[in-house]
């Protein structure tokens, strides 16, 4: 369950927290921190406004009144300094183009002694079995894709350092593996990630990836693990 991602945080939570999610998506994490302990105070920050109003209908059918979402960049939080007790960030420093602008603002609404648990991949340590030369293909391409938008695939390879720099103390770093989404299902992704690509603009390595991927997805099916680097830290 995506829930099983905030492992990692949950026995750092008590009675009467302030926690903030940032890059809550469409809250299923959230959600699991505002039940994980009572009372607590969870809110979730994404930047897509269609995303949190999804976040929203979804508190409201589990009726979870502890959760509150708004729509913010990642680089500039709502909130005043030294407000919240405890930051969650789930799959959003490989995607922005300065994580290290993004953990300055964590730790500026961090109070002092406040928790940071952030987890970000590491495709280089990503399981995939069979893992044929067209899945390696493939996956160059979709890395790639992801560099150009200013992300790192490899960030979870990185973020230890980032939180350091970025002030904060007690810093451990763990890897883990969560199954996720399905070899084949990863497959059609990554089909279709490229495919849109080569739609868009003509790309010579693009479309050589995108064939590779289309063979990936008729090879049948597999194991996919994603690796995980779960950082927590003090303020």
Not at 8 to 37: K, N, Q, Y
Not at 115 to 123: I, K
Not at 183 to 199: C, D, G, K, P, S
């Amino acid at each position: 369950m995506l829930e099983g991602y905030a492992g990692f945080a949950l026995p750092r939570l008590e009675p009467g927290m302030r926690v903030v999610d940032v890059g809550c998506g469409r809250g299923a994490i959230t959600l699991s921190l505002g039940t994980a302990a009572h009372p607590i105070h969870v809110l979730g920050i994404a930047a897509d406004v269609a995303e949190v109003a999804l976040a929203r209908k979804s508190a409201d059918r589990a009726r979870v009144s502890t959760v509150d979402f708004v729509a913010a960049h990642p680089g500039r939080l709502p909130l005043p300094p030294s407000s919240v007790d405890l930051v969650f960030s789930h799959a959003l420093l490989e995607h922005v183009p300065d994580p290290q602008a993004v953990l300055a603002e964590c730790a500026r609404v961090l109070r002092p002694g406040g928790t940071l648990a952030v987890s970000t991949p590491d495709w280089s340590k990503a399981k995939l079995r069979p893992k044929t030369a067209n899945v390696d293909a493939a996956l160059r391409g979709r890395h790639l894709l992801h560099r150009r938008a200013g992300g790192d695939p490899f960030a979870g390879r990185h973020v230890a350092d980032w939180v350091a720099r970025a002030g904060f103390r007690d810093v451990r770093a763990k890897a883990r593996f969560h199954a996720g989404i399905g070899y084949r299902e990863l497959a059609e992704r990554v089909e279709a990630e490229l495919a849109e690509a080569i739609r868009v603009r003509q790309d010579q390595q693009l479309a050589s990836a995108a064939r590779s991927a289309w063979m990936w997805v008729r090879n049948g099916n597999g194991e996919f693990a994603q690796c995980w680097i779960e950082v927590l830290a003090t303020r």
